[in-house]
């Protein structure tokens, strides 16, 4: 596999330093990647940045993630971050296990092969480099016209930024830059990869190379992943979609992927899934010819969704899918677990109960108009059951006098009524 061809077709290279190419070709290669270590999942952000070190591996290159745990406390002029807070060593080694282990569902760590992925961390070299030593062996390899050339510096510096550019922001390419010699020099590492607002930084670490040892270095971003809308990508009104099933469940993932719009979806399916070209190119066309039928959306939902998750987890998402517009779905109603039944019904209506009175059983009557307030009275409870307007746990209530008790709960907790077609509410005994 050419692994400039790869990224290429699957229009994920913005900038390519002359000269990259030819090094892929004649040897293998290390690259790196660097990640922000501030939490301890990633979330889909990340995901590009992780897809071209997995297509980079399958090239047969060896692939490097750089955890920044000493720069992540910098603020990135390309980034526009606020100042950042210095973790523990006790918190950076903690999400640093947990990103490692979320890596390894894309990277092989652990075999023999001379190609296995490598993770590192700059704070384990800069956490004893004193400011002196810093000045006096990295800082008189690069001059200020230099640093002060760089479009992220100068857009901070220029008419488009109120706030200016602290000298630690400014500094962020240099401390950046040293990874990289460090890394050429600690590993052999000759590219480093990022989004195109790196490609700065990046390239200040190939100078520092250049201009410190002798040596010639390489750089590649890839574009920044927009949506066809404008809108941000990733981000969805309760944040960011990470990879860590606590922080965002899998079936929220799951419909993160299914909801994207037609355009953006044949974009994302070359990007964040290994689908060979010709089965995209084929999918792509039959997607256009019945557009209603989604399919380009379920196959780019299905495929990330397995790649992070596994299988277990995609088939319940599929399932909780089903829920709110199948039929005949009690029996996978009654088999989902907690965070996916609260993540299919995220922002409905919800009523608290007395799991006592269900001991003894409540009629349905009283449940939705006296013990809730799903409907405004017992004669509005009646007429509806009567027009067959009312479910429970998606089974229609077909007479007044069910009595409801215990056993009807989901997930020992919960009730699910259903007024209509789309009207939901929860129910909680406690």
């Known amino acids: ?41 990633l979330h889909i952000g990340h995901l590009v940045g992780v897809m071209m070190l997995r297509h980079f591996q399958a090239a047969g290159h060896k692939p490097i993630v750089l955890l920044g745990g000493a720069t992540g406390m ?3 002029p390309s980034m526009k971050s606020q100042e950042r807070n210095l973790l523990d060593e006790e918190t950076l080694r903690h999400n640093q296990k947990c990103l490692k282990e979320q890596l390894s569902r894309f990277l092989d760590f652990e075999t023999g092969k001379e190609n296995r992925a490598l993770m590192v961390n700059n704070y384990d070299w800069m956490k004893d480099f004193t400011f002196l030593e810093f000045i006096r062996d990295v800082g008189k390899h690069i001059t200020v016209n230099y640093m002060m050339a760089k479009d992220s510096v100068k857009k901070r510096l220029g008419s488009e930024s109120r706030e200016g550019l602290s000298f630690t922001e400014f500094t962020y390419q240099l401390v950046q830059g040293y990874d990289f010699l460090h890394l ?20 200040t670490g190939t100078e520092l190379i250049r201009r410190k040892t002798g040596g010639e270095a390489f750089a590649l971003t890839c574009p920044l ?12 009104e309760s944040g960011n979609v990470w990879l860590d099933p606590e922080r965002t469940s899998p079936y929220a993932f799951y419909q993160f992927w299914l909801n994207t719009s037609d355009a953006d979806a044949e974009k994302y399916i070359k990007i964040f899934t290994l689908i060979p070209r010709d089965e995209i190119e084929a ?10 039928q989604r399919k380009l959306q379920k196959r780019l939902a299905e495929t990330v969704t397995r790649l992070v998750h596994g299988d277990e987890a995609l088939q319940m998402a599929i399932d909780a899918s089903q829920i709110l517009f ?4 009690t ?28 001991d003894a059983g409540i009629g349905i009557i009283d449940l939705v108009a006296e013990k809730t307030e799903v409907l405004p009275s017992k004669g509005e409870a009646r007429r509806t059951i009567k027009g067959g307007g009312l479910g429970l746990n998606k089974e229609k209530v077909t007479t007044e006098e069910l009595i409801v008790k215990t056993t009807d709960l989901l997930n020992d907790k919960y009730l699910l009524i259903q007024k209509g077609k789309k009207n939901y509410f929860l129910i909680i005994a406690e």
């Open 1 to 41: 596999m050419n692994f400039v061809e790869e990224l290429k077709w699957r229009g994920m290279i913005h900038d390519i330093m002359p000269g990259t190419e030819e090094q892929l070709e004649k040897e293998m290669t290390t690259a790196y990647v660097g990640i922000d270590p501030t939490a301890d999942s």
């Open 74 to 76: 910098i603020g990135d």
């Open 184 to 203: 050429y020099q600690a590993h052999g590492c000759k590219l480093q990869m990022g989004g195109s607002d790196q490609w700065g930084n990046i390239t």
């Open 225 to 236: 992943i927009t949506k066809a809308d404008g809108g941000k990508f990733g981000k969805t």
């Open 283 to 292: 999918l792509i066309k039959e997607h256009n010819e019945a557009p209603h």
């Open 326 to 329: 199948g039929k005949n779905v």
């Open 331 to 358: 029996d996978i109603l009654r088999k989902l677990d907690e965070r996916t039944l609260l993540s299919v019904f995220e922002g409905v209506p919800t009523f608290n109960i007395n799991r006592k009175e269900l």
